[in-house]
């Protein structure tokens, strides 16, 4: 509710900061309507998280599943964050990322098009902010793979990782590994808690491996009933 009820206020506020950036102002007035306009958009994108995830806590028989081929809609989201550039934590653009797809394209899921492209484009964007080594552009790969028992969708990067200490916490609300030691803005901190809950209604447990200094890999298995193969 307090989600829901900041949307007015805010988006008011966001507007007439707008409208402000485009007056004639001096440069240290200017900076300052900068900062709170950025800052007005994070408050945005955390309010709006935070109710998509309330949607999703509260659908928790996941019911209203659909059939919807699964390939459109990671090529979409890839497609959308391939121009990507993240910004560093002092404010200048970083490189952007490679992105490789390694996937089979003729399945369809049982389930909801809109969490799962909210999965991917989480995992995508994680990849693309934080598994980056000082320097260079992120490289991010991701599989769509036929396995035991269903089908597995991972998202790897060749980043700096996360210490295993971390692991069990990452889909924590707000949960982050270490404010400091990130090199990018980090989004809202509800990304992978959104990224676990869509998944359960999918019956697919998040897993995450990384290695320091290596890189991490997030995946997860739809089950073999969810899925069938699309007929030609
Ligand atoms: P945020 O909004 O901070 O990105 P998330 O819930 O998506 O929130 O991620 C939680 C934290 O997990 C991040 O702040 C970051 O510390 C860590 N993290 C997520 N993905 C990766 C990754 N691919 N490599 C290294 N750290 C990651």
Redesign the pocket.
Known sequence: DVSHELRTPLTVISGYLEMLGDADLNPGIRRAVKQMGEQGDRMKSLVN?LLHLSKLESNNAGTGSQWFEFQPLCAISIDQLKAYIPTSLTGEKLLGAEIHCDCISDIEVFGFADEMSSVLS??I???I???RKEGQAAQVNISIQNTHGGVEIS?S?K????ASS?LAH??E??????ES??STV??????????RHALEHHDAPLKIE?TLGL??R?SFIIPAERIRHKQN
Not at 173 to 178: A, L, M, P, S
Request: hydrophobic share 30%; proline share 0%; aromatic share 10%.
């Open positions: 998280d989480n995992l964007t994680n990849a902010k934080y598994g998202v990067d980043g700096e990782g996360i971390h990452l889909t609300r707000f949960y982050r590994v270490d030691r990130e980090g989004g809202s901190g509800l990304g992978l808690a959104i990224v990384s890189g991490s997030f």
